[in-house]
């Protein structure tokens, strides 16, 4: 098993640990980006109240409930429409970073539950109409661009935004996983990413001029 990994068994086992689910759901598609460029697939995720790109879900509490159906209470108001999770949609349990090192161990047990598109779109209307957290703590659904084009733009720019705790890792091992992209076609977005990454800090740079040169204005 991989550093900070743990099974299922060990991961509830933990005293005095607290649990977050979160899921990643997608499905198949023949949608064409501009008539051409194939989507392949949808995969949800969200941009969260903090600014971080996410999964749905949240805490759970396995003391009075199972970790399934925690998810699914969480699914219901982040997403505004109740999405079965199974335990064969688990994928893995891992201990994820916690904001202080006084907080108690935080484990993150990751799913993926594969959809019809018919069902991904209703959660994305959902999402935006019935969904209690929308526009709280959850500011918008957002599809992963799974192409490339112009070298960097698609999945290379997605990858270089900022993500919570384990979801970049989850979605690129997801990928892999369950074969939605190539392995070269992801090694190379990875590389444009961090080329890209660059760029953002340079820009990111130059705002900040901004900021000092209008501070400076009477
Ligand atoms: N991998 C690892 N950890 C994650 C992931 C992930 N993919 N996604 C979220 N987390 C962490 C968050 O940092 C948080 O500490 O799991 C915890 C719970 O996940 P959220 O989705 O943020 O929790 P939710 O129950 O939806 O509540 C939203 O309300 O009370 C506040 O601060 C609290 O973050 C919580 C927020
Ligand atoms: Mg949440």
């Known amino acids: 098993m991989a550093s900070g990994q ?3 068994a060990e991961a509830l086992a933990c005293k ?3 649990h977050a689910c979160h899921v990643m759901l997608y499905c198949d598609t023949k949608t064409q980006l501009f008539g051409k460029i194939p989507l392949r697939h949808i995969i949800l995720m969200q941009m969260r109240f903090d600014g971080l790109l996410g999964f749905p879900g949240g805490l759970v509490n396995p003391s009075k409930e199972t970790l399934e159906e925690g998810l699914g209470r969480e699914l219901l108001e982040e997403l505004g429409v109740a999405v079965p999770i199974s335990v064969e949609d ?3 349990s891992r201990y994820a970073p916690t904001p ?9 047990h990751f799913y993926v539950k594969k959809m019809e598109e018919e069902q991904i779109i209703e959660v994305e209307r959902a999402a935006v109409t019935t969904a209690t957290d929308y526009g709280q703590e ?3 659904m957002v599809r992963v661009p799974l192409y490339s084009i112009r070298g960097s733009a698609g999945l290379a720019c997605f990858l270089s935004h900022s993500f919570i705790g384990h979801a970049r890792s989850q979605l ?9 992209v ?3 076609l992801l090694h190379k977005a990875l590389r444009h990413s961090l080329e890209t990454h660059k760029d953002n800090a340079k820009d990111l740079r130059a705002a900040l001029e901004l900021t000092k040169a209008k501070g400076k204005q009477p």
């Open 6 to 8: 743990l099974s299922r």
């Open 16 to 18: 005095g640990c607290r």
């Open 90 to 92: 688990h994928v893995d």
């Open 100 to 108: 202080l090192p006084s907080s108690a161990p935080l484990i993150a």
């Open 138 to 140: 959850v500011l918008g």
């Open 172 to 180: 690129v091992d997801s990928l892999l996983r369950f074969g939605l």
């Open 182 to 184: 190539t392995p070269d």
